[in-house]
């Protein structure tokens, strides 16, 4: 198993900047895929942005790209989500995941293909 946790989420007005960090428990599954999705009240599950293990080929919904940027550190065994000129619309609340599975890497980011997910954390952008 890994666990996720997440921590950075908070309340901004629109304009301004929130940085998440995930930080996962040490491992023995091979980890393909680190993702960013969120869920708004009344709304499906999105993937937000998507990156694989190494800092590689990092994914963005057409609905941040620009504004998002998801890194790695190895290191410290976390992955961040720089979240800039923030809308209402980025309101919700967003769960790191990781995949283990090779799938993970095609297209968009689908719930489905990441089998780790951390709790959550709030986002509320107002106007």
């Known amino acids: 198993q890994v666990q996720l946790v997440e921590s950075g989420g908070g309340s901004v007005q629109a304009g301004g900047s929130l940085s998440l960090s995930c930080e996962a428990s040490?491992?023995?599954?091979?980890?393909?895929?680190m993702a960013w999705f969120r869920q708004a009240p009344g709304k499906e599950r999105e993937g937000v942005a998507r990156?694989?293990?190494?800092?590689?080929?990092?994914f963005y919904a057409d609905s941040v790209k620009g504004r998002f940027t998801i890194s790695q550190n190895n290191a410290k065994n976390t992955v961040y989500l720089e979240m800039t000129d923030l809308k209402p619309e980025d309101t919700g609340v967003y769960y790191c995941?990781?995949?283990?599975?090779?799938?993970?890497?095609?297209?968009?980011?689908?719930?489905?293909?990441?089998?780790?997910w951390g709790r959550g954390t709030q986002v509320t952008v107002s106007s």
């Open positions: 990156i694989r293990n190494g800092g590689l080929e990092p």
């Open positions: 995941a990781q995949s283990s599975t090779y799938s993970c890497r095609l297209g968009v980011p689908r719930g489905s293909d990441f089998q780790f």
């Open positions: 040490r491992t023995s599954y091979i980890i393909h895929c």
